[in-house]
């Protein structure tokens, strides 16, 4: 039994022994697919000669453009790749000595994994790390997108949500390294409702060529069919705020006490439904973005940040709890919403639902053929059919009355199958003229009276069955109670709808002249900012063909223009160094030497005041890549905190994109609260020096601001001189102040290498901010 046991013991060993062995095979052979050498064809004691001969030769010949082999793509791919190793001494050597291809990986630890594995027949995970596995991760492969489906289903989805779209491929090893932070950002993302998308330059060559894609690893991003690239540090919080930024900025307007009302009244202008949500951030959830951004065509949203005082009597009014985000939808009526949802995570699915049912007014005006769509959809089953009550009337005031009574009518209604609507006679002539031929009696003499009919879609080629109801509307207790009871015949008998007809498609009149120049506008200006965008971070890859043909031509057509003006001007500066001379001798002063034609070297630092004159051109309206670093200052601090900003910052004047300014918080004293008061993050940072309400004091403060991009890095004076209790109190005051900016030149450093917290804000706050109050 014990030999027995042995020689199963003995057999099993065996079996492991050949399994481990079989495994090794294999994944030498993995590591063995890809063999730079092997590939261009040369052996591993070539010149670099040799190697670029190889390249020259296999790059010829298995050009995508010129071998229509299908395998010619990734031939090419591979023998680039292949030249960019063995052309580079140091990846060459690392390549050689370890076998690895990747320059990014800790070639020690791989080498030591493996002889590990050779020495003890031990191995960890790190063994199965092989180089060419491929750089895109398991879990990519749902979100993989090929060039029809990005056509046909991506860029139409992308005008309700946007999408995040990642280029990446086989032997990108940089990709490996923002794989941890873009499988983050995609979970969140795809959480909010953003689209994801990812892209295999080796499979979707086409697709890659149609984004404008050529490098890898690439991120970017599409909204209403527009692509933007993101060209900042991968980030998770980059990343989102690269999301943020690609919607349109105009979707959800701040809501406070002043304008609530105005804001909530004007759904007779848009023919819309308005919901509010309340909520304790100062700026707006991307989440609620993201869903006005889906639902824009239907609903008008606001923003009500409950810890503001200016909307403590809208809370009131409305009787908001303020320990969990609060959702109201309005329709018809401001003083009272028509649903309302609370829930201390406001989650997607939800937000979703809510919007879903409060998609229409009570009775929306028909301004489209896709409103009237939605709203009367066509009869597809039985249980499923819809019947329109429609009030056909005119804009004139005589009507109103009619119009009013109609709602009051449509507000009591619990019947699902029963939607109420109006159209305006006048804008859809063709449409009211055929419902209206067929009706009984002759047309209504009444003043103020118009018509209702009821009907219902067939199908989507335009036939109805409908049938008008006798004796017009105005509103009276008459007109309801005959409307109330041909309804309840209707759903008794639907054959009461004894008349047919093919509609034609109602008119857009949304598409007037002065709706479709408002929206061009809206448009444009998102376009240019793009525009200026991309051409702030452009390709320059692609730029370059162009602009060598360019700067060719006008060298061969300017050259010998340019040649003689640079000769003339010349032999004119070495007549006037002799003039210089000359005159400097004669009056024995080299300052006062002919200064207008060279003037001297400033050794003062340029500082403009931050006024309402200057507050566009300085801040608002500050050039992409351009940054303003503004002291703050008061009337008795000015003269000792300018003397000294400008020792801390004069070595960085070199910079062209830095801009120095100051700001009196005297004359100003609201824009930093308005400023500080968006940026939840520096007012916790504050939250020490305001309390028991005493105001902050921002003297010696210094801010830089990103005009473009709307984020600002602050830096807090922190006293680092000698002890002042020694001095006269006028001298230690000045010492303080003085020595309020004693660490900002070290502040600067960090500036310069983008190394400081950023805060972001939504807006810059407006022109009354930076007005002196009178």
Known sequence: ???????????????????????????????????????????????????????KQLVKEWHPDKNKNPEAEDMFIKVTKSYEILSNEEKRANYDRYGQTDENQQYGQAQQSFRHFHESFYFDESFFHFPFKGSRDFADNKYLLNYNQYINEVVPDSFRRPYLIKITSDLCFSCIHIEPIWKETVQEMEILGVGIGVVDVGFERRLANHLGAHRTPSILGVV?????????????EHLRQFVEDLLPQRLVEKVTDRNYLEFLNNWHEYNKPHVLLFDQVATVPLLYKLTAFAYKDYVQFGYVDQGLTETANLLKKYNINTYAPTMLAFKENADSPADIIQSKVMKKQIIDEFISNNKFLLVPR?????????????????????YCVLLITGEEEVFAVGKKAFLSFASGNTKEVLRFAYVNQRQQQPLCDILLKDRDGPLPQ?????????????????????????????????????????????????SVLNYDAMLPELNNELASVSMFLIQWLYAAYDYLTQIGDEILHNNWREMMPLLSLIFSALFILFGTVIIQAFSDSSEDKQSKPKAKEAAKSEDGSPGSANTSSRPPKKNFVEVTELTDITYTSNLVKLRPGHINVVLVLTDSSKNILLSKFAKEVYSFTGSLTLHFSFLNVDKHSEWMDALLEFAQDVM????????????????????????????????????????????????SGAAAIHHKLDRLGLWMERLMEGTLPRYYIPAWPGLEKITANK
């Open 224 to 236: 209403n069919g527009k692509i933007t690239f993101f060209h900042y540090a991968v980030v998770r």
């Open 446 to 494: 009444v003043t103020g009276k118009k018509d209702v009919v009821i009907l219902e879609r067939r199908n989507a080629a335009g036939k109805v069955l409908y049938k008008p109801v006798m004796g017009g509307w105005n509103g009276s207790e008459e007109d309801k109670h005959l409307l109330t009871e041909q309804l309840d015949i209707l759903q008794k008998d639907p």
């Open 366 to 386: 028909l301004v489209n053929q896709k409103l009237f769509d939605e709203l009367c959809p066509v009869k597809q089953f039985h249980r499923r059919r819809k």
């Open 1 to 55: 039994i014990k030999m027995a046991r042995m020689g199963c013991a003995w057999s099993s060993s065996r079996a492991v022994v050949v399994i481990f062995l079989l495994l090794l095979s294999c994944m030498l052979e993995i590591a063995a697919e890809f063999d730079p050498y092997r590939v261009l064809g040369v052996s591993r004691s070539a010149s670099q000669g040799e190697i670029k001969k190889a390249y």
């Open 684 to 731: 916790r940072i504050d939250n020490d020096e305001d309390d028991a309400g005493h105001k902050v004091d921002y003297t010696g403060y210094v801010l830089a601001l990103n005009g473009h991009k709307k984020y600002f890095c602050l830096f807090k004076p922190v006293y680092t001189g000698e002890d002042l209790d020694s001095k006269p109190s006028e001298e």
